[in-house]
């Protein structure tokens, strides 16, 4: 038996909060469609969220997972990762389930859209919070008369104890463009030992990646699996860079890792009428 899930509030803004019969739980904003929270069965907050952050209309939350779409970065015209993670979002359905817990939310073009991105599309963000793990997928559709391409990404935020502490895995051979140094380069190690200002993205991403943190008190082992995203993109400012984010604080730096499943490198590009899905699936081992 379903059973469906009110919408609630949180930092003043429109929320659902699923929770799924086994103890597992994850908040998703309706502004922006942003996941703020996830918390497996019997496991601790997984994302991070800057205490710095505006809750603001219009505005993007800092942490969590921002969806970027319909560009990357400043890669295009459009403001700085599209507009996907300041509009406000529809809610499809939210509900609980005999395992897990669901919601999926809509955002479509509007006039301010079409402004500055002459298409018809929709986008569907559907979350499954069950045991420890949650999936996040996403899809697209031309919804126009007109090919468009896109860029697009699940900005995930981890939040990490010190980053000191924290590794990737599952990288080794992979050909990646290093946005620090701008150039591109081949990743010769397996292990990931990520240090301050490090920017980067992944290309041809096939397996799962693995986030480990090991140290005096903390051991945690992360999968990240991404299916229809073809990038990676690994992020953390380091001291100085993070000192000059204003929604950050200083020595936050150390608190998070990026590692977003992405497609920036060859962007999408659909026909009138055609979709295409992506999904990261996160399992805390
Ligand atoms: O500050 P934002 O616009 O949210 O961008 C935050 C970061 O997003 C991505 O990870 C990019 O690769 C970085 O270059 C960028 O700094």
């Known amino acids: 038996m379903s059973k469906p899930i009110p919408l609630s509030r949180h930092q003043g803004l429109d929320a659902i909060k699923l929770e799924s019969p086994d103890g597992a739980s994850a908040t998703v904003l309706l502004h922006g469609g ?7 069965a019997g496991g601790v907050e997984q994302f991070y969220v800057s205490p ?24 295009g015209p459009l403001q700085r990762h599209g507009f996907a993670r300041s509009k406000p979002w529809q809610l499809v359905m939210a509900e609980q389930g005999a395992d897990d817990a669901l919601a999926v ?4 073009d509007d006039a301010a859209t079409r402004m500055v991105w002459p298409h ?6 559907s979350l499954r919070v ?16 007109q090919a468009f391409d896109f860029s697009t990404a699940l900005h995930s935020y981890f ?27 081949q990743q010769r190690v397996e292990l990931l030992l990520p240090t301050g200002d490090l920017d980067r993205i992944y290309h041809q991403v096939k397996e799962p990646l693995l986030l480990r943190e090991q140290g005096i008190s903390t051991e945690r082992r992360l999968q990240i699996q991404h299916q229809g995203f073809d990038d990676a993109v690994v992020w953390n400012p380091g001291a100085e860079k993070c000192a000059a984010l204003a929604d950050v604080p200083d020595a936050d730096y150390r608190k998070f890792l990026c590692i ?14 055609e979709s295409w899905v ?3 699936d996160l399992t805390l081992l």
Do not use: M
């Open 278 to 280: 992506g999904r990261q």
């Open 130 to 145: 069950s045991g420890r793990s949650l999936q996040i997928e996403l899809a697209c559709e031309n919804k126009g008369e």
């Open 105 to 108: 939310l809509r955002l479509t």
């Open 34 to 40: 942003h996941v703020l929270s996830w918390v497996p």
């Open 260 to 273: 977003e499943a992405a497609t920036i490198e060859h962007p999408i590009r659909l026909q009138a009428g």
């Open 159 to 185: 939040a990490i104890n010190d980053l000191d502490e924290a590794s990737v895995q599952g990288l080794a051979g992979l050909h990646y463009w290093d946005a620090v140094a701008a150039v591109e380069k």
């Open 120 to 125: 018809a599309f929709e986008l569907e963000l």
């Open 52 to 75: 710095d952050s505006a809750f603001a209309l219009g505005q993007p939350v800092r942490g969590g997972v921002p969806v970027i779409f319909p560009q990357f970065s400043a890669r």
